[in-house]
C-alpha cells in the first residue's frame, strides 16, 4: 500500500458516508425514514437490490470460489429471473396496495399479529447474523494482508456504515448503492484487463479460456440428480428460485429496496432490471476468478493464500516440512509452464492428438497441485489448529495487493469495502425498521407520534449496528464465506417463503395453523441440516444446502393444512351414526 493507494481508499470511502448524509439529512416521518418518501425511480431500485445483494463477500469469495472449483457456482443464480417474474407479478403489487412498511406488515393482514412477529423473529436471527459476516468478510481478509488490526476493522466498517445509514434511513442506502456499484463494477473490470495484459504475450483471451477448460474451470452446468451436489441444475433452479423467492420477496432488506419505488411500475422495473444483469455479473466476476487461475499457470503462487497461515506454519517445529513442500511445488510450477505451452502450441497448429496429450498432463499436475496443497493445510493445522487453512477467500486479495499497481490497489481495496458498507447498510436499515415497527410498535400498548417511530428506528439501526460489529469481532471463517451468508439464508428462508405462499394462495388456512408449523418446520429443517450437512466435511454433505429453501417451503405448507384440517374437525360436531 503506497501513499496514492491510501488517499483514494480515504477519500472513496469518505465521500460515501458524506454524501449519504448530505443527501438524506432530515427525514422528518416514518414514510420518509422506512419507504425513502416513495420517489425512487426503476434504476435507482435495480442498482440498490444489486447491490444490497452483492457484498464484500461477493468479490472476496467468488474469484476465489471459481480458482478452485470453477465456473460451476453460477448454477446457483439459475433460479433467479424466474423469482423475479413472480415477485414483480405477486409480492409487488399486494404489498403496495396495501402500503406497508415491511414485508411482515402483511402478515398480520392475513393472519394474525403472532404470525407477524414470529416471521420478524426469524428474520432478525438470520439477518442479524448475517449482517455481522458483512463486515466480518473484508475485516479478517484485509487484517490478514495488511496486518490490521481485526477488531479495529469491525468498528471501522461497521462506523461509517452506522453514520449514514442511521442518518438517513433507506434513501441514505439507496443514493449511496449507487455510486458504490459504479466504483465497484469499475473496479473488477480495470482488474479484469490487467490480468489480461499480465499474461504472455502470445496467450490471446481465447487460449485463456482454453487453458481454463483443459483444467476444468469452465463446467457450467451440472444436469446431475444427486441431490448432494451443492451446485447443479436442478438445486439451482429449485433450491435457487425458492432461496430468492424468500430473499428478495420476504427479506426486509430487500423488500424495503423497492417499497420505496414511486410506482408499482418502477418497483417491477428495478427488479427486471436485476433480473437481466445479475446473472451476467456474477458470471463476469467468476469469470475474473478464472483468469487469476490461469495467470498463476504462468507465475508462482504460494503452497496457501492466507498469509497468517504462512506465517504460523514458517514459525513452528513443521517449517522443515512445508519448505519441502514449497520447494516441490516451484518443481511443479516449472512442469505446469511447461505443459501450457505444449497446450498452446498444439492449439496454435490445431494438432488435436497432441492438444489432448497437453490435456490429459495439465490435469495430471493440477492432480498434484491439489495434493501439494492439501498437504500443506494439515503441515498448517498441525503448526496451530486455530489459524484458517482454507485459502479460498483470500485469492483474490493475494493478487489484488501482489500484482496490481499503485492506485488501482486503493481503488480494489474501496471496492471491497464499499460493497462491505452497500450490504451491511440495507441488512442495518431493515433490522432496525423490522425491531421498531413489527416488535415494538406493534407489540407496545401505548401510541406516540411519527417523530418518536423514526426516533426508535434510528437507535434500534444503531443498536443492531453494535451487534453485527460484536458478531464480526468473534466470527470464524466458514469454507467459504459466500456459501455461509447463504447457508444461513437457507436455513430459515424456506419456512419465511412458505408463511407468505399460503398467505397468498391458500385463504382458507388461518393464523393458529400457520403459527404452529412455522415453529414446527423451523425445528426440522435446523435437525435436517446439523444431521444431513454440518456434520459432514465441506463437498461430502448428504444434502445440498439449497434444498433447505424448497423442503422449508413445502413442509410448512404441508404441516399447516395438517394443523388446520386438525382444528376444523375438532371445531365441527362429529356426524351422528
Known amino acids: 500500500m503506497k501513499e496514492l493507494d491510501w488517499i483514494i481508499l480515504a477519500s472513496t470511502l469518505l465521500f460515501i458516508v458524506i454524501y449519504g448524509v448530505w443527501k438524506t439529512k432530515g427525514s422528518k416521518n416514518v414514510d420518509d425514514y422506512v419507504r425513502g418518501g416513495n420517489d425512487s425511480k426503476w434504476w435507482t431500485i435495480g442498482l440498490s437490490v444489486m447491490a444490497t445483494q452483492a457484498s464484500a463477500i461477493t468479490f472476496l469469495s467468488t474469484p476465489g470460489q471459481a480458482f478452485h472449483d470453477g465456473m460451476g457456482f453460477v448454477q446457483f443464480y439459475f433460479g433467479l429471473p424466474f423469482a423475479m417474474i413472480i415477485i414483480c407479478l405477486v409480492f409487488i403489487p399486494l404489498y403496495h396496495k396495501m402500503k406497508v412498511y415491511t414485508a411482515y406488515e402483511f402478515l398480520e393482514?392475513?393472519?394474525?399479529?403472532?404470525?407477524?412477529?414470529?416471521?420478524?423473529?426469524?428474520?432478525?436471527?438470520?439477518?442479524?447474523?448475517?449482517?455481522?459476516?458483512?463486515?466480518?468478510?473484508?475485516?479478517?481478509?484485509?487484517?490478514?494482508?495488511?496486518?490490521?488490526?481485526?477488531?479495529?476493522?469491525?468498528?471501522?466498517?461497521?462506523?461509517?456504515?452506522?453514520?449514514?445509514?442511521?442518518?438517513?434511513?433507506?434513501?441514505?442506502?439507496?443514493?449511496?448503492?449507487?455510486?458504490?456499484?459504479?466504483?465497484?463494477?469499475?473496479?473488477?473490470?480495470?482488474?479484469?484487463?490487467?490480468?489480461?495484459?499480465?499474461?504472455?504475450?502470445?496467450?490471446?483471451?481465447?487460449?485463456?479460456?482454453?487453458?481454463?477448460?483443459?483444467?476444468?474451470?469452465?463446467?457450467?452446468?451440472?444436469?446431475?440428480?444427486?441431490?448432494?451436489?451443492r451446485y447443479t441444475f436442478w438445486s439451482g433452479i429449485t433450491g435457487g428460485l425458492f432461496l430468492f423467492l424468500a430473499y428478495f420477496g420476504t427479506d426486509q432488506s430487500q423488500v424495503q429496496r423497492y417499497l420505496a419505488g414511486k410506482s408499482v411500475r418502477e418497483s417491477q422495473l428495478g427488479l427486471v432490471f436485476n433480473a437481466i444483469f445479475k446473472i451476467p455479473m456474477q458470471f463476469f466476476i467468476l469469470l475474473v476468478g478464472v483468469m487469476v487461475f490461469?495467470?498463476?499457470?504462468?507465475?508462482?503462487?504460494?503452497?496457501?493464500?492466507?498469509?497468517?497461515?504462512?506465517?504460523?506454519?514458517?514459525?513452528?517445529?513443521?517449517?522443515?516440512?512445508?519448505?519441502?513442500?514449497?520447494?516441490?511445488?516451484?518443481?511443479?510450477?516449472?512442469?505446469?509452464?511447461?505443459?501450457?505451452?505444449?497446450?498452446?502450441?498444439?492449439?496454435?497448429?490445431?494438432?488435436?492428438?497432441?492438444?489432448?496429450?497437453?490435456?490429459?498432463?495439465?490435469?495430471?499436475?493440477?492432480?498434484?497441485?491439489?495434493?501439494?496443497?492439501?498437504?500443506?493445510?494439515?503441515?498448517?493445522?498441525?503448526?496451530?489448529?486455530?489459524v484458517e487453512t482454507n485459502d479460498k477467500d483470500y485469492v483474490f486479495i493475494h493478487f489484488i495487493l501482489n500484482n496490481l499497481p499503485t492506485g488501482l490497489v486503493g481503488l480494489l481495496l474501496a471496492v471491497i469495502l464499499s460493497a462491505a458498507m452497500s450490504s451491511t447498510a440495507s441488512e442495518l436499515n431493515a433490522l432496525g425498521t423490522v425491531t421498531a415497527l413489527d416488535l415494538y410498535k406493534r407489540n407496545m400498548t401505548r401510541n406516540f407520534n411519527e417523530a418518536h417511530y423514526v426516533k426508535a428506528s434510528k437507535y434500534f439501526t444503531l443498536l443492531w449496528g453494535i451487534?453485527?460489529?460484536?458478531?464480526?469481532?468473534?466470527?470464524?471463517?466458514?469454507?467459504?464465506?459466500?456459501?455461509?451468508?447463504?447457508?444461513?439464508?437457507?436455513?430459515?428462508?424456506?419456512?419465511?417463503?412458505?408463511?407468505?405462499?399460503?398467505?397468498?394462495?391458500?385463504?382458507?388456512?388461518?393464523?393458529?395453523?400457520?403459527?404452529?408449523?412455522?415453529?414446527?418446520?423451523?425445528?426440522?429443517?435446523?435437525?435436517?441440516?446439523?444431521?444431513?450437512?454440518?456434520?459432514?466435511?465441506?463437498?461430502?454433505?448428504?444434502?445440498?444446502?439449497?434444498?433447505?429453501?424448497?423442503?422449508?417451503?413445502?413442509?410448512?405448507?404441508?404441516?399447516?393444512?395438517?394443523?388446520?384440517?386438525?382444528?376444523?374437525?375438532?371445531?365441527?360436531?362429529?356426524?351422528?351414526?
Open 109 to 229: 393482514n392475513r393472519f394474525d399479529l403472532k404470525t407477524r412477529s414470529l416471521t420478524a423473529v426469524l428474520f432478525l436471527i438470520q439477518r442479524g447474523l448475517a449482517a455481522g459476516i458483512t463486515i466480518f468478510a473484508p475485516s479478517i481478509i484485509l487484517s490478514a494482508v495488511l496486518g490490521w488490526d481485526l477488531r479495529t476493522l469491525n468498528i471501522i466498517i461497521g462506523s461509517l456504515v452506522i453514520i449514514y445509514t442511521v442518518s438517513g434511513g433507506t434513501k441514505a442506502v439507496s443514493v449511496t448503492q449507487k455510486q458504490q456499484m459504479f466504483i465497484i463494477m469499475t473496479g473488477m473490470f480495470i482488474t479484469f484487463f490487467f490480468i489480461l495484459g499480465y499474461l504472455p504475450s502470445d496467450i490471446t483471451f481465447s487460449k485463456a479460456m482454453k487453458i481454463a477448460g483443459a483444467s476444468n474451470k469452465l463446467e457450467i452446468l451440472n444436469f446431475d440428480l444427486d441431490t448432494s451436489s
Open 294 to 386: 490461469v495467470f498463476y499457470q504462468y507465475n508462482p503462487s504460494p503452497l496457501n493464500f492466507n498469509p497468517s497461515a504462512t506465517q504460523a506454519v514458517m514459525n513452528s517445529p513443521y517449517a522443515n516440512d512445508y519448505k519441502i513442500l514449497q520447494e516441490g511445488q516451484i518443481a511443479l510450477e516449472a512442469e505446469k509452464r511447461i505443459a501450457q505451452n505444449k497446450f498452446s502450441s498444439a492449439l496454435e497448429i490445431k494438432e488435436y492428438t497432441a492438444v489432448e496429450e497437453a490435456k490429459n498432463q495439465i490435469i495430471r499436475i493440477n492432480q498434484k497441485d491439489s495434493t501439494n496443497r492439501i498437504a500443506a493445510k494439515s503441515l498448517i493445522s498441525q503448526a496451530n489448529d486455530l
Open 467 to 577: 451487534v453485527a460489529i460484536s458478531i464480526a469481532s468473534v466470527a470464524n471463517l466458514f469454507d467459504n464465506l459466500i456459501q455461509l451468508v447463504n447457508i444461513i439464508g437457507s436455513i430459515f428462508y424456506g419456512n419465511v417463503l412458505g408463511i407468505f405462499l399460503i398467505a397468498f394462495f391458500f385463504k382458507f388456512i388461518k393464523g393458529n395453523a400457520v403459527f404452529l408449523a412455522a415453529i414446527v418446520t423451523q425445528i426440522i429443517i435446523c435437525i435436517i441440516y446439523y444431521y444431513l450437512i454440518h456434520i459432514y466435511p465441506s463437498g461430502q454433505e448428504k444434502l445440498g444446502y439449497l434444498w433447505l429453501n424448497f423442503f422449508g417451503a413445502a413442509m410448512v405448507i404441508l404441516i399447516s393444512f395438517v394443523f388446520e384440517a386438525f382444528d376444523r374437525m375438532l371445531k365441527k360436531p362429529l356426524p351422528s351414526i
